[in-house]
C-alpha cells in the first residue's frame, strides 16, 4: 500500500531547520515506507538522494529494533519474566522471536494498552540531518553493551559477506542488523561515530547523523556569503543610528548628550518612550523625559533597542506576518527570562535577539531584484542543484544567513550568536546557552501557536531548564503568555 507523505510540509521543517517527528505505537511495513518517503524529501532537499539506500536501511534498522524492544516489554510482562535477571532474559529470548512474529497483532494491541511508542524524529540544520528514534522502554546496561559490543566487532568487517560468514550471536535479531548498519554507514565514507543510543529520562534513544556532502556545504555556504557580500543592494543603517552606537561606545559621552541625539530622530524618541511606558518595564507613572527612558533602560538596553530599531526601519515594509511573529517571540523571550532565568543582564538581550532571530528570512522578503538575478545566476553557472536557491529563498540556511549579515552590521557578538542558534540551542557556545535557549522556546512557543511545529518537536533538554516535563504544562504556560501579550497589545492600542 502507497503511504502519501506531506512533502510541502517536510519541505519547510527541512528548510526552516524544524524538527519533524512520527509518533506511533508500531513500526509496519506502512510505518516503514512512510519513514523512507520522509527521509527522502530531507536528503532531496540537501542534494543527497543518492545516499538513501543506505541511510534509509539505518533508519528501519533502528526504528525495527526500538518497536522490538517494545514488544520484548510486554512479552516478558505477560510470561512473568524479569527482563532485568539473567536466567529470565535467556529463558524469554529461546521463544520471543516465534510467539512474536506469528502473533504479531495481538502484541502491538498489548503495546498500545501499555502506552508503549515510538517517536522517530528528523532535524536538518545547514550542515547535518540528525534522525532521533525514541520508545519508551528503557534499554538495561546490560542490552546497551551488547549493542556496542557488535558495534566494535563489525569494525573487523568490510564487506556483508565477511559479517554473514562470522559466528554472531543470533539470540537477537539486532545482532547483525547492526553490523550491516555500520557496513551500510562505511559505505558513504560514515563510521560507527555517526550512531549513538544511550538513555535520557525513561527513554531509550538511538541517533544517526549525517553530515552533508562538502560539495553541498561549499555550495550553501557561497551562496549565503554572496548575499551578505551583495547586500549593499539594501539601505545600510541610518546615520545617525551609527552616530548614536558610537556615542554610546564612547566612555565620555553623556546620558544628555546621547538623549539630545535621540530627540532628532522623533520616530526613535516615540519608540523608546514606547518601550520604556510598556509592561516590560512595569512603570508606577508614565515616562516623558528622553533623559530618564536612557538612564531607565541602560547603556546595553539602548544600544540593543538600536540594533533592533535600525533593522526594523530597513526591513520592515510588506512584512507583517514575520515582525508579528517576531515580536511575540521577543516578548515570550523576555517573559520566560524574568520569570526562570531571573537574571536582569539578560532580559535585554533576549528581548532583541527575539526580535531580530529571523532576519535572516526577512532579507528574501526585502532583496533588490538585481541581488536574486545575481544570487541565481551565480547558481547556474558553479551548475548548483536547481532547487537550491529556492530553498535558500525558503528559509533554508536562513540563521547562518542572518547571523552573517548581523556581523556585516558590527552587532554585539550575543547577538549574532542568538541569531545563528536559535534553532540549535545545543551548538551554542555554554556561555551563550541559557540566552540562545530562552529564545528558542519562545520561537518554539509562537511556532506551537501557529501550528507550524508540535510538542514533541522541542528539545527535552530546554524545556527542562524551564521546568516543563509535559504537553500539559506547556500549554498552561503558553496560554499565560498569550493572555499577557494580548492585553500588553491592546494597551498599547489604547495608548
Not at 516489554?73 to 529470548?93: A, P, T
Not at 526613535?268 to 515616562?287: E, F
Not at 533602560?297 to 506576518?321: A, D, M, P
Request: aromatic share 8%; proline share 2%; hydrophobic share 40%.
Amino acid at each position: 500500500m502507497s503511504i502519501n507523505v506531506d512533502v510541502p510540509k517536510i519541505q519547510k521543517a527541512a528548510r526552516n531547520s524544524l524538527p519533524l517527528v512520527i509518533n506511533t505505537n508500531k513500526i509496519n511495513h506502512e510505518i516503514e515506507e512512510q519513514l523512507e518517503q520522509i527521509l527522502g524529501v530531507f536528503l532531496e532537499e540537501f542534494g543527497q538522494r543518492e545516499i538513501l539506500t543506505q541511510i534509509s536501511y539505518c533508519l528501519r534498522e533502528l526504528a525495527v529494533n526500538a518497536n522490538k524492544a517494545n514488544t520484548k516489554r510486554v512479552y516478558f510482562m505477560e510470561k512473568n519474566l524479569d527482563i532485568e535477571d539473567e536466567e529470565d532474559y535467556l529463558s524469554g529470548m529461546e521463544s520471543f522471536k516465534a510467539d512474536t512474529l506469528d502473533n504479531i497483532d495481538y502484541y502491538f494491541e498489548k503495546q498500545k494498552e501499555a502506552g508503549l511508542y515510538i517517536k522517530v524524529g528528523f532535524h536538518a540544520s545547514s550542515e547535518q540531518l540528525k534522525i532521533t528514534i525514541r520508545n519508551n522502554s528503557k534499554i538495561s546496561k546490560k542490552e546497551q553493551m551488547r549493542v556496542y559490543d557488535r558495534i566494535a566487532r563489525s569494525r573487523a568487517f568490510n564487506t556483508l559477506e565477511e559479517a554473514m560468514t562470522s559466528v554472531l550471536d543470533s539470540s537477537e535479531g539486532a545482532g547483525l542488523g547492526l553490523v550491516i548498519l555500520v557496513l551500510m554507514l562505511k559505505k558513504i565514507g560514515l563510521n560507527e561515530e555517526a550512531f549513538d543510543l544511550d538513555v535520557e529520562a525513561e527513554e531509550t534513544v538511538a541517533k544517526l547523523i549525517v553530515p552533508f556532502s562538502k560539495v553541498h556545504k561549499d555550495n550553501l555556504n557561497v551562496l549565503s556569503r554572496e548575499i551578505v557580500k551583495e547586500i549593499n543592494e539594501l539601505p545600510q543603517f541610518p546615520e545617525n543610528i551609527v552616530q548614536l552606537q558610537k556615542m554610546i561606545d564612547d566612555p565620555e559621552s553623556e546620558i544628555t548628550d546621547i538623549s539630545r541625539n535621540i530627540a532628532m530622530d522623533m520616530s526613535l524618541t516615540a519608540d523608546l518612550l514606547k518601550i520604556v511606558n510598556s509592561a516590560q518595564y512595569m512603570l508606577s507613572k508614565k515616562v516623558d523625559s528622553i533623559t530618564e527612558a536612557v538612564k531607565l533602560v541602560g547603556l546595553r538596553g539602548l544600544k540593543n533597542l538600536l540594533y533592533s530599531y535600525g533593522t526594523q526601519k530597513i526591513l520592515k515594509s510588506g512584512l507583517k506576518e514575520l515582525w508579528n511573529h517576531a515580536n511575540r517571540t521577543a516578548f515570550y523571550a523576555y517573559t520566560l527570562t524574568k520569570s526562570y532565568i531571573k537574571k536582569k543582564d539578560l532580559l535585554d538581550d533576549v528581548y532583541i535577539g527575539g526580535i531580530l532571530h529571523d532576519i535572516g528570512k526577512i532579507i528574501f522578503f526585502n532583496a533588490h531584484p538585481n541581488l536574486v538575478g545575481k544570487i541565481s545566476d551565480l547558481a547556474k553557472q558553479r551548475e548548483m542543484n536547481k532547487d537550491i536557491f529556492e530553498a535558500l529563498s525558503a528559509g533554508l540556511n536562513h540563521a547562518e544567513i542572518g547571523a552573517l549579515i548581523a556581523e556585516k552590521w558590527n552587532f554585539p557578538e550575543h547577538l549574532i550568536i542568538s541569531i545563528r542558534y536559535h534553532h540549535e540551542p545545543s551548538a551554542a557556545p555554554s556561555e551563550n546557552w541559557e540566552t540562545v535557549a530562552t529564545i528558542y522556546l519562545a520561537n518554539c512557543m509562537a511556532n506551537y501557536e501557529e501550528h507550524v511545529l508540535s510538542f514533541d518537536q522541542i528539545s527535552k533538554n530546554v524545556l527542562k531548564r524551564f521546568g516543563i516535563s509535559t504537553e500539559e504544562q506547556f500549554n498552561i504556560l503558553l496560554n499565560k503568555l498569550i493572555e499577557n501579550y494580548d492585553k500588553e497589545n491592546d494597551g498599547e492600542k489604547k495608548r
